[in-house]
């Protein structure tokens, strides 16, 4: 008897043990971008839960930091995800029919044509030298691509269990506040980041209306200041790194429900302003 039950509360303990870790092997995450940054850690953290990772990316060879997580971790794959070529998302869609997929996010975005520290850098986004042309490609990495995502994946999503869309958004895309510039110039910069970011959230806010009654959760985040490496040498006051934005995210994501769709948050699922 007292053996049993001792067994009985072993089970409890690792029962508990897999809750608090998140621990939950079906599930699966199809991230954008997942070759650096902020998509890269998510890579690694949901790959280290037990997860299936569809990690994506745009390189014509696989990236070293992907082949490396995919010898440590079975359950990563690979797949090359340009998400401005429909036809690549279609190609994807085909591929993984009928694979349910739990978390689909996007992630993968267009901030900058230089690195920060270059001198004279984007002012193909500043007021007075604005590249018009570029806008396009604004629109399609941050806008189109993961509309196209969401219309391509959204019967995965549904088929799972979790079924939530989340988009990496941004405070640049709010505009009931004045401008948040991070290295403190009163002078608007990065106008078509900021643009876009303003529309993926609306096209991110029409979609939740869409998918509620399916039981879709859609959210969009500021993941807050990430020191990633493709800053260059600049290092931005109050800049966090990956793996406590991401690790913060995680966890607001995990506890995320239907009530909450719709929302733009910051990484702890507090509200950001619109
Ligand atoms: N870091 C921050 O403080 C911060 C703050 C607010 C919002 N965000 C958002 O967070 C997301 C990730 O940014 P990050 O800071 O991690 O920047 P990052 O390190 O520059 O990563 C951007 C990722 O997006 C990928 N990407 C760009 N265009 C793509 C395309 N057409 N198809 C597929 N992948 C594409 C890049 O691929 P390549 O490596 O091939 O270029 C890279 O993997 C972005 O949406 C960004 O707007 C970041």
Sequence with gaps: MQLAARSFSVVLIALAMGVASG??????????????????????????????????????????????????????????????????IEALGAKLKGVPIDILLSNAGLVRTDPLDKPGGNANQMFGTLDYKLLDDFIHTNVAGPLKIAETFIENVKASRQKKIVAISSAAGSVSVPPFMPNGSPVPDHYWYRISKTALNSAMRLLSAQFKNDGVTVVMFHPGGVQVESFGKTSLPGFVPPEEAIGRMIKTIDGLSIKDSGRFMDNDGKDHPW
Aim: proline share 3%; aromatic share 6%; no cysteine.
């Design 23 to 88: 621990r939950a092997a079906a599930e699966t995450v199809l991230i954008t971008g997942a070759n650096q940054g902020i998509g890269l850690e998510f890579a690694k953290e949901y790959a280290a839960r037990g997860w299936t990772v569809i990690a994506t990316h745009r390189r014509t060879t696989t990236p070293d930091e992907l082949a490396k997580l995919a010898a440590q971790y079975p359950k990563l794959r690979i797949e090359r995800l340009d998400v401005t070529d429909a036809a690549q």
